[in-house]
């Protein structure tokens, strides 16, 4: 679960973590009152102007301006707030569509009042699986270009491995400071930065903080100007308070639906629609697919209780993507009966009134062959299969008819 820039500093202030403040804002009234707000706290007319959507490169699209004074913060306020914008990160890239930015930060400008002697840095954390143990990911590079600096200069970006049963060490604070060339109050802060960071991933179960730019203040404090907080959604039944800053808003629709009927479901490219029970044959019937020259057009784990109602559900998601062309549906009976499976399809197909592509149905395990034989009576256009790479046929035959 992804949180906005706003909600992250907040996670984040909580930890201790010295952050650029701001407040929030839906509106143009609402964003006045907090630039007032901002500019009185910070002594300077300065503030920042920042869409709140859930992607990054957000700079480079448009949607993060200065404001000098209040006109500024209107004309700026007012541009960014409805506008689609688009980064490489949205759906689509720079040629797609964009997102609908609901919400702007209003922030305290923390450059100010030396710019010149502010340091920019690149901080994430995160979890290594190759090496199975968390990793501090940082260079003294940040800003827009983080990406190009880890592609060009590799030797710029620097990794700390954290071993779980130790955890953070100080000397391993002390060496992220001193590679990142702070000194004096300012390696303090940092280790002190670094450390309070740490807890805030652990304490927060999340998979993901990404602090870009950190900044190194010309007064030698340090401070988080944006961050990109990434949860693990295993976890939120033991953080109520953090899954309830969700915003259904900026997900995929469908996706948002799916998780209401508890269905495991990420939407692909392809043009073929997938039902499965179980993420590791939902992975192989993507990969015969592809082999038998289809193109998956979504990750689809019904789970192990595939009732009707729950079929029903998937197919109804499925049918959304109009790119689908037909559906393999591809279940093993080892909780779930094949029988059910088969009367959830019948039942589905009946209620729906008409499925208008192909579907193909292999069923194997308990009862896989009651269930065939339903299938076959049933008096519907539904093909069955008893082996994978006969279903994979009877979908690119269904495709090259199609």
Known sequence: MNLHEYQGKELLKSYGVAIQEGIVAESLEEAVEAYQKITEASGTNFAIVKAQIHAGGRGKGGGVKLAKNLEDLKENAGNILGMMLKTPQTPGGLNGPGKLVRKILIAEDAYTPDFDSCEEMYISILMDRAQKCNVIIYSTEGGMDIEEVAEKTPHLVHKEYIDPTLGLQGFQLRKIAFNLGMEGQAFKEMTKFISNLYKAFLGSDASLFEINPCIKTGDDRVIAVDCKVSLDDNSLFRHKDLAELRDVTEEDPTEVEAKKHHLNYVNLDGNVGCMVNGAGLAMATMDII?????????????????????VEAAFRIILKDPQVKAILINIFGGIVRCDRVAQGVIDAYKNMGSIPVPIIVRLQGTNADIAK??????????????????????????????
Do not use: C, W, Y
């Open 290 to 310: 592809k082999l038998s020259g289809g193109e998956p057009a979504n990750f689809l784990d019904v789970g192990g209780t595939a009732d009707a109602a729950r």
């Open 373 to 402: 034989k339903m299938i076959d009576e049933s008096g519907l256009d539904v093909h069955s299969a008893i082996i994978l790479q006969e279903a994979a046929d009877l979908v690119t035959k269904v495709l090259e008819d199609a």
